[in-house]
């Protein structure tokens, strides 16, 4: 094997040769959880390897570390990759240290403990890991990875992945940096496409910088992709300062008009702390706004449901009635309605098309064949009034003056000004949950609409903090249209290069098929094990690491994603980046000039 561990010099980590560990065991645990919905179960197969006691052994695997087994095969040595979810120093003196010994021989057993570790062969360290699902072959110094469900046989060594072994394991190669490996010297690249077209989930506990991950996150994706829209709804007013270096080419909205004064607007916003903190002077926020103001880049949102909905489907009714009067010109009724159907059939419009939507060359159509069945109408009958007055309101609501002010903008209107202007990023600032709602509702189901029907390109990103508020697993009542809207988006916005962000400190709560489209999330802490429960099953992730995730600290996350990384769905610890340092560096800058 000389010839083996010296090709992987470069691929493991020996610790100047400290670490010394082989399999010991294979075992499976089941945990299984009453909750709200029902119960659920989730089983872990995991290894137990005993290692020499070494401090700087056991200190290093302490922090997240991949080991590789070994494993041969018949084409050749290949080792089975493990992730470490526990380790615990042993003594054997201690397996017999009971509450049935008398206390003072405890304590005598006790003093040898303490003084013997790593001094006899007495001590040793239990790591628990759990299979990636991968197996490593070494090639040229260089370690290739494919997908294996072998079983490394009781006994086999193990070796400690290097950092140059675990990047080559999970990152892409010119990915988009998304935070640090935890325990090691590299940074998590990932591939930012495959990121945001299969949806992303942040979940953690209040506080644990949630939104904080999000605005960063964001900011890394617009700077990578020129050509990606953002949509934030923003219940809490956090997002202009967290991207207000991001506002200058992007447009805020809120449900709440404050007029020309943005001051109120300022203290509605969400300085954080640590941030407000760092600065000296408070009243940039104010002025920042003024400067958004000033150029329009601040709107209202308009949720009054006005009277323009007219859909093409108004348009047939009207004319089927008069078909089904069977008074004279009925023929010519139901001819003009088959016209129009063929016409916008053929176009692939369909009925629920509101009349503000078309085109004008669409509209005039409508129009034309309205006053050629006038004519054929006669003069006194009902129906000939009727045609009139259809022509009237058809001809006022899709005039220019039916256009809605430019800073009042219709959640319909937000989705055509984010798929149609120049803007890279809007943030909807909605503080009324149910207000909100209604946004979202409109505004998704408009989006896809448009993109359906009218083929816009654009990549937009959606991204829904507190989206329990949105689609919660009980989608009754006002709950209802806006959890559709956001189930539409994750199911079929792929299609449409329309995605979603979606962050939530309760996943239980969460409208499980929802919670089924996100193919990359990040977990930190979260209150609940049910919570870490639902996420393990939906996404059959290993419960064991999972559970590590109570140990997080601000800041640091859980990564997984079936897309965006090298290797598939390896769960791996990062630290990520603080966005306030970005946002502090801006305000710096632009105050100084
Ligand atoms: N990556 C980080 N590095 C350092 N500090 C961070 C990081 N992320 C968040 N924080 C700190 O944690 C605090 C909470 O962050 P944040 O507001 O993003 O949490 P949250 O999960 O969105 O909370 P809530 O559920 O209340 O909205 C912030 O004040 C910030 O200073
Ligand atoms: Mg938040």
């Not at 609409?449 to 816009?456: I, Q």
């Not at 009754?476 to 539409?488: F, H, L, M, N, T």
């Amino acid at each position: 094997m000389a010839a083996e561990s010296e090709e992987g010099a470069d691929v493991f980590d020996s610790m100047d040769g400290r670490f010394q560990a082989r399999l010991k065991g294979l075992r499976t645990m089941t945990k299984s959880f009453a909750g709200t919905a029902g119960p659920i179960e989730a089983t872990t197969n995991y290894a137990i390897l005993e290692a020499k006691f070494d401090l700087k052994v056991l200190d290093r695997l302490h922090e997240p570390s991949f080991v590789a087994i070994e494993r041969s095969t018949a084409s050749g040595p290949s080792y089975m990759v493990y992730e470490v979810f526990n380790v615990a120093p042993m003594h054997f003196q201690m397996l017999g240290v009971s509450a049935s010994v008398p206390q003072q021989i405890r304590e005598e057993f006790l003093d040898r403990v303490s003084e013997s570790w790593g001094g006899s062969d007495e001590t040793w360290i239990d790591i628990s890991a759990v299979p990636t699902g991968y197996k490593m072959a070494i090639d040229r110094g260089r370690p290739q990875f494919e997908r294996s469900r072998l079983i490394p046989l009781y006994g086999s060594r193990a070796h400690v992945l290097s950092d140059m072994a675990v990047k080559e394991f999970l990152c892409v190669k010119d990915g988009l940096k998304i935070g640090d490996v935890s325990g090691l010297k590299i940074g998590l690249e990932v591939d930012p496409e495959a990121l945001i077209r299969y949806h992303i989930g942040i979940f953690g506990f209040t506080g644990v910088g949630k939104s904080n991950l999000t605005a960063n996150l964001l900011r890394k994706l617009m700077e990578r992709d020129p050509s990606l829209r953002v949509c934030i709804i923003d219940v809490s007013g956090e997002y202009p300062v967290h991207l207000a270096d991001k506002l200058s080419f992007g447009r805020l909205y809120s449900t709440e008009d404050y007029g020309e004064d943005v001051r109120i607007l300022a203290q509605s916003q969400v300085v954080p702390e640590t941030l407000e903190a760092r600065l000296n002077d408070q009243g940039w926020l104010v002025g920042m706004l003024q400067g958004l103001k000033a150029q329009g880049r601040i709107k209202v949102v308009d949720l009054s449901e006005t009277m323009t909905t007219w859909t093409l489907q108004k348009v047939y009714e009207v004319l089927s009635s008069i078909a089904e009067d069977k008074k004279t010109g009925y023929l010519a009724a139901e001819h003009c309605l088959d016209e129009l159907r063929k016409h916008f059939m053929s176009k692939g419009i369909p009925r629920r098309t509101e009349l503000l939507n078309l085109s004008r060359e669409d509209v005039e159509f409508i129009i034309g064949q309205l006053n050629d069945l006038k004519g054929k109408m006669h003069e006194k009958s009902g129906a000939l009034k009727d045609i009139e007055e259809a022509v009237e309101i058809i001809t006022t609501l899709t005039s220019e003056k039916a256009e809605p002010s430019t800073d009042h903008r219709r959640p319909e209107d937000v989705a055509k000004d984010l798929l149609s202007g120049e803007d890279r990023l809007f943030i909807v600032y909605a503080p009324d949950p149910d207000e909100a709602r209604s946004f979202v509702a409109r505004f998704l189901g408009r989006l896809l609409y448009l993109k359906k029907v009218y083929g816009y390109r654009q990549k937009v990103l959606v991204v829904l903090d507190e989206a329990q508020e949105f689609a919660p697993g009980d989608a009754r009542g006002p709950y209802e249209d806006s959890s559709k809207a956001v189930e539409a988006l994750l199911r079929q916005g792929r299609k449409y290069r329309a995605f979603a962000l979606i962050s939530t400190q309760r996943v239980a709560r969460l409208n499980t098929n929802a919670l089924q489209q996100l193919h990359s999330y990040f977990v930190s802490t979260l209150p609940r094990s049910y919570d870490r429960m639902v996420i393990a099953e939906s996404f059959s992730l290993d419960y064991s690491v999972l559970e590590k995730t109570s140990q997080l600290s601000t800041g640091e996350w859980l990564f997984v994603s079936y897309k965006a990384t090298r290797q598939k769905n390896v769960p791996v610890f990062i630290r990520a980046e603080n966005n306030e340092d970005a946002v502090y560096e801006f305000i710096r800058t632009s105050n100084a000039t």
